[in-house]
C-alpha cells in the first residue's frame, strides 16, 4: 500500500514511533478518536495507515473490528530474520546467474570497498555505527536490484518490514558489545565472499552466503537479549512477549 499524501505519512511514522517505543502496549486496542486527537489526523489517513501498520505486522485485526499492538515470541523473532536471509539468498543466486557486466558491479563494488575502508579505520561503536549502517544497506540493496526481479524485491521489503528482521537491525547491538565487535569482521568476510560468488557466476555459493550472514543477526539478537541494557538498544523490543534470563 502507498502512501499518498503528507497526514497518512504522519500517521504512519508517528503511529511506527508510538508502538516502537512502547507508549502503545502490546495488546493495547487502537481507538480512531483518541488517535485522531492525538496525533492530529483526520480518520482516513488514520485508517490507511493502520491497515499499513498491519500489513507490516506491527498490529494485530480484531474480528469485532480495529487493530491490536501485536506481540512477537522467540520463535517469530528468529522466523523473521530467517525469513529475511532465504530471500536474500534468493536474491543474490539471481544475481549471480544473470549476464552482469563489469559495470554492473560497481555499486556493489563500491560498497564492499567502503565498508572495508571503514572497518580499517576504527572499531565499530556507539558514535559511528550510523555511517556503518548506511554503507551496509547499500550492500543489501545493491543485492536486491542486481537480482532483476520487481516480484521479489516486494516480498524482501515486506520481510524487513518488521523493526527487528532488516539487515541492520543489530548494528547498535554490535557496536555496544565487545564480544560481538568480531561479528563485524565475519560479516564484512562475508560481504566480500559474496560480491566475489556474483563475479563468478556462482549462484549456490552466493545464495548459501547470504543465508549465512543473515544467521549473524540471530547471534546478535541471542548477546542483546542477555540483560536489560543491551536489550533496550534492540529495535522494538518493547513489542516482546517472553521471559529473558538477567546476564550476572
Same mark, same amino acid.
Not at 526481479?149 to 518488521?162: G, K, N, T
Given at each position: 500500500?502507498?502512501?499518498?499524501?503528507?497526514?497518512?505519512?504522519?500517521?504512519?511514522?508517528?503511529?511506527?514511533?508510538?508502538?516502537?517505543?512502547?507508549?502503545?502496549?502490546?495488546?493495547?486496542?487502537?481507538?480512531?478518536?483518541?488517535?485522531?486527537?492525538?496525533?492530529?489526523?483526520?480518520?482516513?489517513?488514520?485508517?490507511?495507515?493502520?491497515?499499513?501498520?498491519?500489513?507490516?505486522?506491527?498490529?494485530?485485526?480484531?474480528?469485532?473490528?480495529?487493530?491490536?499492538?501485536?506481540?512477537?515470541?522467540?520463535?517469530?523473532?528468529?522466523?523473521?530474520?530467517?525469513?529475511?536471509?532465504?530471500?536474500?539468498?534468493? /536474491?543474490?543466486?539471481? !544475481?549471480?546467474? =544473470?549476464?552482469? +557486466?563489469?559495470?554492473?558491479?560497481?555499486? *556493489?563494488?563500491? #560498497?564492499? %570497498?567502503?565498508?572495508?575502508?571503514?572497518?580499517?579505520?576504527?572499531?565499530?561503536?556507539?558514535?559511528?555505527?550510523?555511517?556503518?549502517?548506511?554503507?551496509?544497506?547499500?550492500?543489501?540493496?545493491?543485492?536486491?536490484?542486481?537480482?532483476?526481479?520487481?516480484?521479489?524485491?516486494?516480498?524482501?521489503?515486506?520481510?524487513?518490514?518488521?523493526?527487528?528482521?532488516?539487515?541492520?537491525?543489530?548494528?547498535?547491538?554490535?557496536?555496544?558489545?565487545?564480544?560481538?565487535?568480531?561479528?563485524?569482521?565475519?560479516?564484512?568476510?562475508?560481504?566480500?565472499?559474496?560480491?566475489?560468488?556474483?563475479?563468478?557466476?556462482?549462484? /549456490?555459493?552466493?545464495? !548459501?552466503?547470504? =543465508?549465512?550472514? +543473515?544467521?549473524?543477526?540471530?547471534?546478535? *539478537?541471542?548477546? #542483546?537479549? %542477555?540483560?536489560?541494557?543491551?536489550?533496550?538498544?534492540?529495535?522494538?523490543?518493547?513489542?516482546?512477549?517472553?521471559?529473558?534470563?538477567?546476564?550476572?
Amino acid at each position: 500500500m502507498e502512501v499518498s499524501s503528507p497526514q497518512t505519512l504522519r500517521a504512519l511514522l508517528k503511529l511506527r514511533e508510538l508502538i516502537l517505543s512502547g507508549e502503545l502496549e502490546v495488546g493495547e486496542r487502537l481507538s480512531e478518536l483518541p488517535l485522531v486527537e492525538r496525533l492530529g489526523v483526520s480518520r482516513t489517513p488514520l485508517r490507511t495507515a493502520l491497515v499499513r501498520l498491519g500489513e507490516e505486522g506491527l498490529l494485530d485485526p480484531i474480528p469485532t473490528g480495529g487493530y491490536a499492538v501485536r506481540g512477537f515470541d522467540e520463535r517469530e523473532l528468529y522466523a523473521a530474520i530467517e525469513v529475511r536471509g532465504t530471500l536474500e539468498g534468493l /536474491a543474490a543466486r539471481l !544475481a549471480a546467474e =544473470r549476464d552482469l +557486466a563489469p559495470a554492473d558491479l560497481a555499486t *556493489l563494488r563500491e #560498497a564492499v %570497498r567502503s565498508l572495508d575502508a571503514l572497518l580499517e579505520r576504527s572499531p565499530i561503536t556507539v558514535k559511528n555505527f550510523d555511517e556503518y549502517v548506511k554503507r551496509n544497506e547499500l550492500f543489501h540493496a545493491c543485492i536486491i536490484e542486481l537480482a532483476g526481479s520487481s516480484v521479489l524485491a516486494r516480498q524482501i521489503e515486506r520481510a524487513v518490514s518488521l523493526p527487528f528482521a532488516s539487515a541492520s537491525a543489530f548494528v547498535m547491538v554490535q557496536a555496544a558489545l565487545p564480544e560481538a565487535q568480531d561479528m563485524f569482521t565475519v560479516a564484512q568476510d562475508h560481504h566480500r565472499c559474496v560480491l566475489q560468488a556474483i563475479e563468478a557466476r556462482e549462484g /549456490a555459493r552466493a545464495e !548459501a552466503l547470504m =543465508r549465512e550472514h +543473515a544467521r549473524l543477526a540471530r547471534r546478535n *539478537l541471542e548477546l #542483546a537479549l %542477555r540483560n536489560q541494557r543491551t536489550r533496550d538498544l534492540v529495535p522494538g523490543s518493547g513489542l516482546f512477549r517472553f521471559p529473558v534470563t538477567e546476564a550476572v
